[in-house]
């Protein structure tokens, strides 16, 4: 988990130098990878242990930090609360084939996506100090979410996958090409996101190359998720294949964090006027218990 004192102090106040505060991290078993200094701010890249899920997100590693010592004070932030939707949602119909697997599943609409609108400078200058390419500015935007509270999302050129769109689970032996440009063959238990004709991508793990977002996707559609950390455990592993959103999917997501995410989504699209969004819809096992 790699991340920037300056971006834990969007969250926290910090009252000790990096070296005392990745020791304090260390003590309470976090270990510290390595320390790179960068113009008035330190990457800090944590190994995390895999029970420690909680700590895949820099809110997460700022709570740890306020628990182990209450000097590390949270600052006041603003809230991200529900926007006035200028779009319809989408006309897809999502099924989930198995509610326990995927006892919750969001979903949302962006249209009028024209480039260059840009990715906002603060989220590309913060995914640039940890390593993370800049790809276009929802996908950017994404990451920088997945990043800051844990939640992996995933976008879908809306034009390109049809109209019903299901989570199940594979067929044996059935195709699926990957945003990585390689092909997968997989096995009957992996769990897929499909419409009729195709997988548009591998759950929690990684999207469809033919379905991805490009530089002339006008319409988006937009995925926030719970996945049961079970059901994907040794997925991605067994395919060689590992993420930023495998890696907290097989430890396990806040059950909470799918709307947390589309709503600060939607704060961000707004703030920066990168396009219109519908209101976010979800589906799944009302009761379900994490």
């Known amino acids: 988990m790699k991340l920037t004192r300056s971006w834990l102090e969007n969250y926290i106040e910090i009252p000790y130098s990096t070296d005392e505060m990745c020791h304090h991290l260390t003590m309470a078993g976090l270990e510290i990878d390595h320390v790179v200094e960068l113009k008035n701010d330190f990457i800090i890249d944590i190994d995390l242990t895999p029970n420690r899920s909680d700590c895949l997100s820099v809110y997460g590693v700022a709570r740890e930090l306020n628990c182990i010592n209450k000097k590390y ?60 390419n800049s790809i276009h500015p929802i996908v950017d935007i994404l990451n920088f979410i997945m990043i800051d509270i844990g939640q992996p999302m995933h976008a879908y050129d809306a034009d390109k996958i049809g109209k019903e769109i299901f989570v199940r689970y594979s067929k044996n032996n059935e195709i699926f090409s990957g945003l990585d440009g390689n092909q997968y063959k997989l096995e009957k238990d992996n769990i897929v996101i499909a419409d009729t004709k195709k997988i548009i991508s591998l759950a929690g793990i990684i999207g469809a190359e033919d ?80």
Not at 93 to 116: A, H, Q, R
Not at 263 to 285: A, R
Request: charged letters at 30%.
């Open 73 to 132: 004070k949270f600052k006041i932030t603003k809230d991200n609360n529900l926007i006035s939707a200028k779009s319809n949602n989408t006309d897809k119909k999502f099924v989930i084939d198995k509610k326990d697997i995927c006892p919750k599943y969001g979903y949302m609409f962006l249209e009028n996506i024209s480039l260059p609108c840009k990715t906002p400078n603060y989220i590309k200058q913060k995914l640039d100090d940890i390593g993370i």
């Open 211 to 290: 379905c991805s977002v490009t530089n002339s996707t006008k319409n988006i559609v937009i995925e926030s998720a719970f996945f049961v950390p079970e059901a994907l455990a040794n997925k991605a592993r067994k395919l060689k294949l590992q993420t930023e959103s495998s890696q907290r999917y097989e430890r396990g997501v806040d059950y909470n964090l799918p709307e947390k995410a589309l709503i600060k989504l939607q704060s961000i699209l707004h703030e920066y006027n990168i396009c219109d969004f519908s209101d976010f819809s979800m589906i799944g096992e009302k009761n379900f218990i994490p």
